[in-house]
């Protein structure tokens, strides 16, 4: 045991004195680490004073006001309201429920080795069913309209929803860019430029204002369904540029052994070019797909809402005013961890599949 | 090649149908035309049933389509305004001041967040291991939330500021509180006007000096150095200016009764929303430049070492060179963010495009008009934008031979 251990220890000091001398080689070295060091002696303890030992974790607005710290019994009195929202009380074991199935779902969908086509099944499957357990109805269920629906629940519902509806657009609209016949490229490539051209939120806008006058008299689609569509939308432009990408990088000599064989075109592209030109493509598509979910948070703009909109709404409480701090903290804690483990999976992914390492 | 589209080995019988018709390549067969007939019917289907329905469901609210409404009296207050601008003013030229105020935003915010950005990127290359360390964190964290978030932030932290008689003074002349920001601001009189044509004057001597200097290089061999003479021109104009018109006088905010007086004045919502987007841009600036240098070869920047430059001509004359090419198509579609970004104006109430069509939309209720404006506007400006940095990246773009 300890003869293992012992290499270590050394080690280990030899990296920090590699680190300190890093630090302190050179005159302008010097003051670049004196300068940095006078940044956290500045920030860091005023900041841990405040966040940690002046910090109230439970009681209640008063006690935390007379504390002067974070009032983090504020985030934890309206923790579970940010997460199931409006939705009555007595059904929150619903949006639950289907959280955690959304939840095993995208863990799943994560594990290379399940990447087949029981795993499509079980999305096609799973996605109806959770939205009839929150809508309700049907089987017993009392119907709750998506009007009480939000907190992280919706931005889950529009993050996972808008993927997997936009995933297989985008896919038809980069094929569709890359095809030969001109209409069909001419159609394709309008439709991604102009939905890249233009911000989300003028989209949504659209969803929210403009899509009301173009349905027939009498036919009125429920304001969350309009927003999927607009989301959908968005995400199948940005993600048919990511598989374009893709479909560009294949060598020619693919699309000529697909086409010497005498596959025709879709056969082509659904067994020889489709599952390489994703494949390489992944790392960046949950790149993108890590701005596309930032964005859900743009909702705000039509008055649905979400985690971030969910949280603001509950600074409004008058028994809790006066602590948007913390209530931001929060909400951007949540996302940072979201993102930042989506953006390392990313990295892990690009490791495995680098050309020269298959 | 990518970005060639695979073109099929054409055997003699298509290559005769395509020399007679080059507009229609493959689909000619007849799989082909079926497809691209039946996708027109139903774009021209599409289209027209919308049309109707929009038609039907505005002349039931009483509406009908048109532009008529942009020559009414819009009577939207505007905070802030780069144009003279009374609610009694017309859609149209409501419209146009957010637009300005768009332009406004978009413009200060590329320019800044290029320079921060720069900064942090070279900051996370830095030698020293603290300074990297920390630059790295602070991009990871910045990266990793949403924009919205940022913002309300920012606009919630200018609102905590203290009241404008206590404002905090960080520089002489600036002075931050809940009111926004105050800066010293230069007088507009001759005097500045010249000195800014001096100014352009010198810059462009000095550029033409540096071509001709550079050309003579090639021809000749000789090099001689274009420093001085382009100092000399970019700060003797200014002084024959300032000796010709008078030194530019700059106003200096004063606190007079319950506000500042004088300098130059950025609301709450302009300062927060552009804090916000610099901030939020920046950092993605950062990740590029700093993939762009490290994409460089380092056997370039040993080959250059070996030549004998110093570390300043390494990088000004072989590094960077070729890093631009890498930085400049993502730096372009970041540039492009910030501007779409922009409208996220609307969360915090600075009065941009998106904003005042917002509230125009809800007094005439002509949405298909005012979005469709609002769209036109932004696909412009993508266009442009993308035009002018496809021109700048193909000014740096490997020339081979």
């Known amino acids: 045991m300890s003869e293992s251990l012992a290499p270590a220890v050394p080690g280990s000091a030899a990296r920090a004195l590699g680190f300190a001398r890093a630090c302190f080689t050179g005159p302008l070295n010097i003051v670049i680490t004196l300068g940095c060091l006078a940044l956290l002696v500045w920030m860091v303890p005023p900041m841990f004073r405040w966040a940690v030992l002046d910090a109230t974790w439970t009681g209640t607005a008063a006690q935390c006001r007379e504390a002067g710290g974070a009032c983090w019994a504020f985030v934890r009195e309206k923790f579970w309201f940010s997460i199931f929202g409006l939705y009555p009380y007595e059904e929150r074991w619903r949006p639950a429920t289907m959280n955690v199935i959304l939840v095993v779902m995208v863990l799943a969908s994560c594990q290379r080795r399940l990447w087949n086509r029981w795993l499509v099944l079980a999305w096609l499957v799973t996605a109806p069913s959770m939205l009839v357990l929150m809508a309700g109805g049907v089987l017993g269920l009392p119907a709750v309209s998506t009007r009480q629906w939000g907190g992280l629940t919706i931005t889950g519902i529009i993050a996972v929803y808008g993927l997997a509806l936009g995933y297989p657009l985008s896919i038809l609209l980069a094929l569709g860019r890359r095809s030969e016949l001109p209409l069909v490229r001419w159609f394709s490539t309008a439709v991604i430029e102009c939905v ?132 931001y903290l929060f909400a951007a804690a949540v996302y940072f961890v979201l993102c930042f483990a989506m953006s390392r999976y990313s990295q892990r992914l690009e490791t495995t599949f680098r050309p020269g390492q298959r | ?115 921060f950005g720069v900064a942090l990127g070279l900051a996370r290359l830095s030698s020293n291991p603290l300074l990297r360390a920390l630059t790295g964190g602070y991009i990871e964290v910045i990266r990793n939330t949403p924009l919205v978030l940022q913002l309300v932030f920012w606009h919630a932290l200018i609102l905590q500021m203290p009241s404008v008689r206590q404002a905090l003074n960080p520089l002489p002349g600036v002075y931050l509180s809940q009111r926004g920001m105050k800066i010293p601001g230069l007088l507009a009189e001759p005097a500045l006007y010249a000195m800014l044509a001096a100014l352009l004057a010198g810059a462009v001597g000095w550029w033409l000096l540096l071509r001709r200097e550079r050309a003579r290089q090639a021809a000749t061999g000789q090099r001689r150095a274009t420093l001085l003479p382009g100092l000399g021109l970019v700060a003797g104009l200014p002084v024959l200016a300032v000796l010709a018109y008078g030194a530019p006088r700059i106003q200096w905010p004063e606190l007079a009764g319950f506000n500042f007086e004088g300098g ?54 072989v590094i960077l060179p070729q890093a631009l090419r890498v930085i400049i198509p993502p730096m372009t579609s970041q540039f492009l963010n910030l501007t779409k970004n922009s409208s996220l104006a609307v969360v915090i109430g600075y009065p941009d495009l998106v904003s005042i069509s917002n509230t125009a939309i809800n007094q005439t209720g002509q949405a298909i008009e005012v979005i469709s404006i609002f769209m036109a506007v932004y696909l412009a400006l993508s266009l442009v934008t993308s035009l002018l940095m496809n021109i700048y990246n193909r000014a740096v773009a490997l020339k081979e031979r």
């Open chain 2, 1 to 115: 090649m990518a970005g060639v589209a695979p073109t099929a080995p054409a055997p003699g019988a298509r290559s005769a149908a395509r020399a007679a018709a080059p507009f229609l390549p493959r689909s000619l067969s007849l799989r082909g035309i079926l497809l691209q007939g039946l996708l027109l019917v139903l774009v021209v289907w599409l289209g027209w049933w919308l049309a109707g329905n929009a038609e039907r469901n505005m002349a039931a609210r009483g509406l009908s389509f048109g532009f008529g409404f942009l020559d009414r009296s819009a009577g939207i207050p505007i905070g802030e305004s780069l144009i003279p601008y009374t609610p009694a003013d017309t859609y149209a030229r409501a419209l146009t001041v957010g637009f300005l105020n768009t332009l406004r935003v978009a413009i200060a915010g590329i320019m800044l967040c290029t320079v």
């Open chain 1, 196 to 327: 890249r051209g233009v911000p989300l939120i003028t989209l949504l806008f659209m969803a929210a204002i403009m899509m009301p006058l173009f349905m027939p008299e009498g036919v009125t689609l429920d304001r969350l369904a309009r927003v999927l569509v607009a989301y959908t939308i968005f995400t199948a432009a940005y993600m048919a540029e990511v598989v374009r990408g893709g479909l560009q990088a294949m060598p020619r000599g693919q699309y000529e052994a697909a086409e010497a064989l005498g596959l025709s075109y879709w056969k082509k592209m659904r067994l020889v070019i489709l599952p390489q030109a994703l494949a390489i493509t992944i790392p960046s598509q949950v790149n993108t797909f890590i701005g596309l979910f930032k964005d859900t948070t743009l909702v705000v703009v039509i008055g649905v809402f979400d985690f971030f909109t969910t949280l603001r709404a509950a600074l409004g409480d008058p028994n809790w005013l006066g602590f948007p701090t913390e209530a």
């Open chain 2, 264 to 317: 130059l004045a950025l609301s709450p919502e302009f300062f927060a929303l552009l804090v916000g987007l610099v901030v939020y841009t920046s950092a993605f600036v950062a990740e590029i430049v700093r993939s762009g240098i490290q994409a460089v070869h380092k056997g370039q920047s040993e080959a250059a070492q070996a030549l004998g430059l110093t570390s300043g001509q390494r990088m000004r004359l």
